[in-house]
């Protein structure tokens, strides 16, 4: 009699094979038949997927045609996510698929791939597309601030194309933008669209001070930072930190102000009522005498001084602190001819008598 026994293989192999036992006496007579070996399943430690769903293929090799089975949802785009490995062959067995070998593994990781983009690169582009339009300058000096706070975007992974601008608006009375971007994805013929919308002003380089200050004080290194502030704000001349340094407030200004050249004088190195040091200069004589200073000035500033052992007033240059100067100039000694010259003159009009 002959027997036939059928080799039943799980679904996660893809199908079954079969193979008949004959009687010995049909043995004899019949050659045997190979069978293919069939391999088995083995589950996975890590795992990257790039869709929305974790399918049976992504988990275990060897899946056959139960690969396509969607059997979890996704980690977030950019993330990565942990499975047990009972959950996971409890979870394969419900969709009969047996005999997996497990390889000991615990934990499953799952991470789902994305396309990151960062928002420094997003502002780029903005201000790449507003320079130079609408009265903005150069796209280094816009800064550009979102309604919303913008971290980096995850994409899919399947978006691989550049930011390509399809709509641009601004409006230079507010500073309003609304930008829309596509990027190409490479499983659709549909492009991603992303809308980006805030404020983007031009901005310049200024010093700022770190606290409130008199009139007249001398600024310190320790009393100005760099900051951007809007142009509009600062107006046509910003004062950089290296120009204010040592330079004095014409008034008083606050913490957090924009500094403006308008805003500063050279330092007074002579105050009025000072006593300051009067010098007399001529060649081959150098004198110096104290003296009261009736203006207030700085370097290269005419002032005027009184002499406190004359009492009288005289003009000198403020040449360092505390210390005016007096240059004499010394008398020019006529030579011989420039001494007959006015005679000869007289003598021609003499003789034009």
Do not use: W
């Not at 706070?149 to 608006?169: H, K």
């Not at 009025?272 to 290269?300: F, H, N, P, W």
Request: aromatic fraction near 2%; include cysteine; charge should be neutral.
């Amino acid at each position: 009699m002959t027997i036939r026994i059928l080799l039943v293989a799980t679904v996660l192999l893809g199908g079954c094979s079969a193979a008949f036992a004959q009687s010995d006496t049909e043995a004899v007579a019949a050659p045997a038949v190979a069978t293919e070996a069939i391999a088995t399943p083995v589950l996975r430690a890590n795992v990257t997927v790039t869709s929305d769903v974790v399918r049976v293929g992504d988990i275990i090799d060897n899946a056959g045609t139960a690969a396509q089975i969607a059997i979890y949802r996704a980690p977030d785009l950019g993330t990565t996510g942990t499975l047990q490995a009972s959950q996971v062959l409890a979870t394969l067995r419900a969709h009969q698929i047996i005999g997996i070998d497990t390889k000991d593994i615990r934990e499953i990781s799952v991470t789902r791939l994305s396309r990151s983009l960062a928002s420094k690169d997003v502002e780029q582009r903005i201000a790449a597309l507003l320079e130079r339009r609408n009265g903005l300058g150069d796209a280094a000096n816009i800064t550009v601030t979102f309604d919303r706070e913008l971290r980096t975007l995850q994409l899919d992974a399947s978006n691989t194309g550049d930011l390509q601008p399809v709509s641009t608006r601004y409006d230079p009375r507010n500073g309003r933008f609304d930008v829309m971007f596509e990027v190409a994805n490479a499983n659709s013929s549909v492009p991603t669209r992303l809308r980006f919308t805030g404020t983007a002003v031009e901005t310049v380089e200024v010093g700022v001070l770190t606290r409130s200050v008199d009139r007249n004080e001398v600024l310190k290194s320790s009393d100005i930072v760099i900051e951007r502030r809007p142009k509009g704000e600062v107006g046509p001349q910003p004062a950089s930190r290296e120009r204010a340094l040592g330079m004095q407030t014409r008034k008083a200004m606050n913490a957090g102000q924009a500094l403006r050249m308008i805003d500063l004088a050279k330092p007074d190195l002579v105050q009025r009522d000072q006593t300051v040091t009067l010098i007399y200069q001529t060649d081959g004589l150098y004198l110096t005498m104290r003296a009261k200073a009736v203006d207030s000035g700085s370097e290269g500033d005419t002032v005027s001084v009184v002499n406190t052992q004359s009492k009288r007033t005289v003009q000198g240059v403020v040449t360092a602190p505390g210390q005016v100067s007096v240059t004499i100039a010394t008398p020019r000694i006529l030579t011989t001819a420039a001494v007959a010259a006015p005679d000869n003159k007289s003598t021609d009009a003499t003789k034009a008598e």
